[in-house]
């Protein structure tokens, strides 16, 4: 609600300028001049703060206001709860730094398999499928966050996701979702040659995940170290959404 029409309305602004002893040309000079100075106080602080960014990005709110009293000292015109909100007006904050969480447990004793397709290369689709698991950031607010896991499975050929899931947990569940829904694309289809291919990780090299590769006939292939390189379609496909498909976007739920 405008200011003068609330105080019009509650309190006359001739019963007013009578009271004080003040002209109504004085009252509106003086609420314009407040309004400008409060205006040219808020433009100091977005100087300020843009000028602090461009030397350092990653400086949050707290430490840019402690940083503005330090500089101005007594003579700070903006308090503390005024400097927030500014920073909230113009979508200033800094996100908390995402520490990068590990998807990959090798170290579970579980039969593994060779890497036995260096140098295949498809010529079809459902010749190679290759998987992974990577993290997505769900953020509960500004600063907190949790992360959720999309297992997927790439057609090496077509290079077309053919199985995904994704949950709040690496649990193997999850990676078996993934599969359910690819093999899908092959039910019914006879003399499949299928090759199978991820990591060590825990989730593939599980019994439950073995035993159903090896139920449909599909060749088993995963990589002999922690190179990215042994598993380069399936890391480029997570990199691909996370720089450019997802760049623009805030995950904050899991729902659909």
Request: overall charge positive.
């Amino acid at each position: 609600m405008n200011l003068h029409a609330k105080n019009a309305r509650e309190y006359p602004i001739d019963g007013l300028c009578k009271l004080f002893g003040v002209t109504k040309q004085a009252y509106y000079k003086y609420d314009e001049n407040a309004v400008l100075f409060k205006v040219a106080q808020e433009k100091f602080v977005l100087q300020y703060i843009h000028g602090i960014r461009e030397k350092d990005h990653g400086i949050g709110g707290m430490k840019l206001w402690y940083m503005y009293r330090k500089a101005f000292g007594s003579n700070s015109p903006v308090g503390r709860d005024r400097f927030e909100d500014i920073v909230d007006k113009y979508g200033l904050k800094v996100r908390a730094k995402v520490r990068k969480p590990k998807t990959t447990d090798s170290t579970h004793g579980l039969p593994v398999y060779p890497n036995i397709i260096r140098d295949f290369i498809p010529t079809a689709p459902n010749q190679l499928w290759v998987s992974d698991i990577t993290y997505i950031t769900l953020w509960l607010n500004e600063y907190t966050y949790i992360f959720c896991y999309l297992s997927l499975i790439l057609d090496a050929y077509t290079e077309e996701i053919v199985g995904w899931s994704v949950g709040s947990t690496l649990e193997t569940t999850h990676s078996i979702e993934s599969l359910m829904k690819a093999l899908k694309r092959i039910e019914g289809q006879g003399n499949i040659n299928l090759i199978h291919h991820s990591d060590r990780g825990c989730q593939y090299a599980s019994n439950e995940y073995v035993s159903i590769l090896k139920q449909y006939g599909i060749r088993i292939s995963m990589t002999e170290s922690g190179d990215p390189k042994d598993n380069a379609q399936a890391e480029r496909i997570n990199n691909t959404m996370k720089n450019e498909l997802w760049v623009e976007l805030s995950f904050t739920t899991l729902k659909k």
